[in-house]
């Protein structure tokens, strides 16, 4: 009718159009259809389009899709899941391993492949923005907290049954003088400093800090394992209150991947596992989602600080002109995402410290060393400087950790935890002039022969891992656990306050003492006193108990304060001059 009305237009047919008219027409309108229908295979890929136009994909019950990280294989052998605490059969009894292992698998690591290359290079370009969100307050899992329990080695709570015997009741003694500083820095907590990130004894207030994104109680949460393990019963509940009523995730600031995941989640994760209380396991999973941003970046590699708002990224601005990630820090998250992905059900934690793995193991490394510099976009050493310290330190610690956590099947992570001690102690070990084993600093090739406290842990780690060394390695692993344990003492037994600097260095003829007053501080660090705790445990001299009843006189002495523990700016001065900071790793880690 339309064609009727338009001048020139003077039907000859039924159809109202002569010929070369109705040719003309069609060809307009099969031009039109192929540009329509056209236009569908050359705009941008959009699920909304996928979900008009293509049918769609169906899953088994229970799968879920999940977003695959660029570039990893998709049929590499995967870990076992997370087992922190494998049961030791009773002589004449099966492996109750071996039973429980098929059930855990069933509900550990599942997937489904993308449907092609568009799909897999989309997902892993979003993978944060399509992480699984559970409704609020509730998140299902198929894990199963009343086997896990049964599967302990130990139980969690008790000491040992034979109290009559003289060193057992020193022992009892000491046990309950700890477990008053720790009643102690909780009360005065909870009293000047309720909610806030941590407490500060002189001046009786809260400290909030810049690098939790405006989350609060960083104390509160760092705490909870061990006001549960030290049978603080009360304090416990009060800190798990203020978790279940004022622990609130809305926030919009600027985080540290790394502060925010070893002190909120690592704890979170703690208190789960030792309590099976729902909370704990659903809060750490929503927050290890919000983390998920920091990982889009060209290779995978997180930058350091995340946006809790924006959802934005970037490196610490000190990190090699801001362009750096830090190993302590990406390689310090394996351990914690394995098991958000266990208690959720959600692959994309594990994915990308599966990533991360594959990235480090990838990379040429100088001499078989890690640098501690990054770059997530080139993925290349930003500068050749190795540390065992601080940048550096608990990469190594999650290595063989993942290792013993995996139930010893993680075999990716037992290779690179040797072979990168072995490359530590070829060109980083050294003995002093006075017979000190101590692990230097590399800067390409040149050594820096300082110590920093923080490589204090590597004695308890060394120690940890001489089981599974190769047989003729292990005697030397003990000793050199011992050796290195030794020279963090002498650093504390060489200052005047009986604590140990910062950093510690051996030149000039000076040996295990810090050579300037801006290392000479203690911020009631634990690395010290942790390789104690493993030395103790492994071989059972009496020596390391005595070293750390020292630590416990020398931080009522000089870091007790009226109102909480303090940091202390000079060890080598006997007027303590607080820093006015009591740590949450004090509590955390410290006092354990």
């Not at 963090?488 to 003492?513: I, M, Q």
Request: a neutral charge; aromatic letters at 10%.
């Amino acid at each position: 009718m339309l064609m009727r009305k338009v001048p020139g237009f003077v039907p000859a047919s039924p159809w109202g159009l002569r010929l070369p008219q109705k040719f003309l027409f069609l060809l307009f309108l099969s031009g039109l259809v192929t540009l329509c229908f056209g236009a569908l295979f050359l705009l941008p890929n959009s699920s909304r389009l996928k979900r008009l136009f293509l049918a769609p994909r169906t899953q088994q019950p229970g799968l879920e899709a999940v977003a695959q990280v660029a570039g990893h294989p998709l049929t590499r052998e995967q870990e076992s899941p997370p087992n922190p605490a494998p049961a030791a059969p009773a002589p004449g009894e099966d492996d109750p391993r071996s039973q429980a292992s098929p059930r855990r698998r069933k509900g550990w690591l599942r997937r489904t492949r993308p449907t092609g290359p568009r799909e897999e290079a989309t997902a892993a370009r979003g993978s944060s923005a399509t992480a699984l969100r559970p409704q609020e307050g509730s998140i299902s899992s198929s894990f199963d907290f009343n086997a896990f329990r049964s599967r302990l080695r130990h139980p969690v709570l008790g000491t040992r049954a034979d109290k009559s015997k003289e060193p057992q009741s020193l022992v009892q003694s000491q046990r309950e003088k700890i477990k008053e500083m720790m009643q102690f820095a909780w009360q005065s907590y909870k009293r000047y400093a309720m909610g806030k990130n941590e407490l500060r004894p002189l001046t009786r207030d809260g400290y909030e800090g810049n690098m939790f994104g405006g989350l609060s109680g960083a104390t509160v949460i760092d705490s909870l394992d061990t006001l549960y393990l030290m049978e603080l019963k009360e304090e416990f509940q009060e800190a798990k209150a203020w978790v279940e009523e004022s622990f609130h995730l809305n926030v919009s600031g600027e985080a540290s991947l790394f502060e925010v995941n070893i002190r909120y989640i690592g704890g979170l994760l703690s208190a789960f596992y030792l309590t099976g209380e729902e909370v704990f396991r659903i809060k750490a999973i929503k927050l290890g989602e919000k983390l998920l941003p920091a990982f889009d970046t060209p290779t995978g590699i997180p930058k350091g600080v995340v946006n809790f708002k924006s959802g934005s990224n970037r490196s610490w601005g000190w990190a090699v002109a801001g362009g750096s990630s830090i190993l302590a820090e990406f390689g310090s998250l394996h351990l914690e995402f394995l098991h958000l992905t266990q208690l959720s059900g959600n692959q994309v934690f594990a994915e990308k410290v599966r990533n991360i793995r594959k990235v480090l193991r990838d990379i040429d490394k100088p001499f078989g060393l890690y640098p501690n510099f990054l770059s997530p976009v080139s993925g290349n050493w930003m500068q050749h400087h190795v540390s065992v310290g601080g940048l550096g330190d608990s990469f190594y610690e999650y290595l063989i950790k993942s290792w013993l956590m995996s139930a010893k099947t993680d075999m990716e992570a037992k290779d690179m935890y040797y072979e990168a001690l072995e490359a530590i102690e070829t060109h980083l070990l050294n003995v002093s002039p006075g017979g000190l084993t101590y692990i230097a600093e590399w800067r390409g090739g040149i050594l820096d022969h300082k110590m920093g406290h923080l490589a204090c842990f590597s004695g308890g780690m060394i120690a940890l891992g001489a089981e599974d060394a190769k047989e003729e390695k292990r005697a030397h692993y003990r000793e050199l656990a011992a050796q290195i344990t030794k020279t963090c003492h002498e650093s504390y037994a060489r200052s005047d306050t009986k604590l140990g600097p910062e950093a510690f260095w051996f030149n000039s003829g000076r040996e295990a003492v810090a050579t300037q007053t801006s290392e000479s501080y203690y911020i009631l660090r634990p690395e010290v006193v942790e390789s104690y705790m493993y030395l103790w445990r492994q071989t059972h001299d009496p020596a390391y108990r005595e070293w750390g009843w020292e630590v416990v006189m020398a931080l009522e002495k000089y870091c007790r304060t009226e109102a909480g523990f303090s940091g202390i700016q000079d060890v080598y001065s006997k007027v303590p001059d607080h820093d006015n900071k009591q740590q949450t790793f004090f509590l955390a880690e410290t006092l354990k």
